[in-house]
């Protein structure tokens, strides 16, 4: 590796202070699963990095309230998550996404914070937490700010966040009975990189649907939701037409690319096909299905 600075403050306003939003590659760095990695294989070489591992423990700690909202530090690892039995019951598709994320070495060291500002489309958990409706608060030199998941990514590793901002906490609204569901499509183990990612929330009412978010992942250059899906399930009756209709709709919509992973027709078909196995998926479990 090419020598860096590395730089370890004491404070999450200290770290803020340290990044030069001037310099590109001038980073904070929590985990580091990813960074690691990128500068192992040479792909990012940092003039300096921000070890964020020594600032307040508040950004290392999560809750989860009374009526089932979770707000968690930036550097809340994703093991820390996994463990939850609050977080469980809170949020049963973190409970069944968490063993198909990654390893579990990788687990109990990537944090919430690096896992969203990576911006890797390939993530099992940006899906979902867009699904889920939730907000990360954003701090650089000019205060702090809330965005919603479903700004921050713009591009392929690219976010929303500005020069000299991080991520330091994540918001999930509790969901008031809310279904949800991830389905994640591999060519090998379940912990590797998807082909495709769908993540689905629906709010239901008797044998009605009547709010529906649908996320698509890995197979499109960014995390995104698709509304004509959404729209499609609107004051449907739960059931195979609205299911499929969804489906068709998603994969109408859908931009997405080819790669090893497979061709573009391909990943359009695993659209078309796994947006109605994830409305099973969330439906089911509830037993509405």
């Known amino acids: 590796m090419i020598p860096f600075q590395l730089a370890e403050p004491a404070s999450f306003a200290e770290a803020v ?29 940092p003039s300096k990095l921000v070890s964020l591992r020594k600032v307040e423990p508040e950004y290392a700690a999560f809750t989860v ?13 994703l093991g820390q998550l996994e463990r939850s039995e609050a977080v469980r019951a809170a949020f049963p598709v973190l409970a069944d996404t968490f063993p198909v994320l990654s390893n579990v070495r990788v687990r109990n060291v990537a944090t919430v914070g690096g ?18 409706g939730a907000h990360i608060t954003a ?9 919603a998941l479903t700004e921050l990514f713009r591009g392929y590793y690219e976010t929303a966040l500005e020069p000299g901002e991080l991520i330091s ?18 060519t090998r183990s379940a912990h590797d990189w998807p082909a495709l990612g769908v993540a689905v929330s ?8 009547q709010d529906a978010r649908i996320v698509l992942s890995a197979a499109v250059e960014t995390p995104t939701r698709m509304t004509d899906a959404e729209a499609a399930l609107k004051g449907a009756p ?35 096909v796994n947006v109605v196995r994830a409305l099973r998926k969330a439906l089911a479990a509830e037993g509405a299905v």
Not at 23 to 33: F, K, Y
Not at 177 to 186: D, E, I, N, P
Not at 203 to 209: F, L, M, P, R
């Open 115 to 132: 896992n969203l500002a990576h911006a890797d489309p390939h993530m099992d958990l940006p899906p979902v937490l867009m699904a889920l």
């Open 238 to 272: 739960i059931g195979e037409e609205a299911f499929r209709a969804a489906g068709e709709a998603a994969a109408k919509a859908a931009e997405v690319t080819s790669d090893v992973r497979g061709s573009a027709p391909y990943k359009t078909q695993l659209v078309r």
């Open 169 to 186: 906490g994540l918001s999930v609204p509790a969901q008031a009975g809310r279904r949800s569901a991830y389905v994640k499509c591999t």
């Open 202 to 209: 629906l709010a239901v009412t008797g044998g009605t649907i």
């Open 17 to 45: 202070r340290l990044i030069d939003p001037e310099d590109p590659t001038c980073r904070a760095v929590s985990g580091g699963t990813a960074m690691m990695l990128m500068m192992k294989s040479g792909v990012f070489q």
């Open 65 to 77: 309230s009374s009526d089932g909202a979770l707000q968690a530090g930036a550097l809340v690892r």
């Open 139 to 147: 701090t650089g030199p000019s205060g702090s700010r809330t965005i």
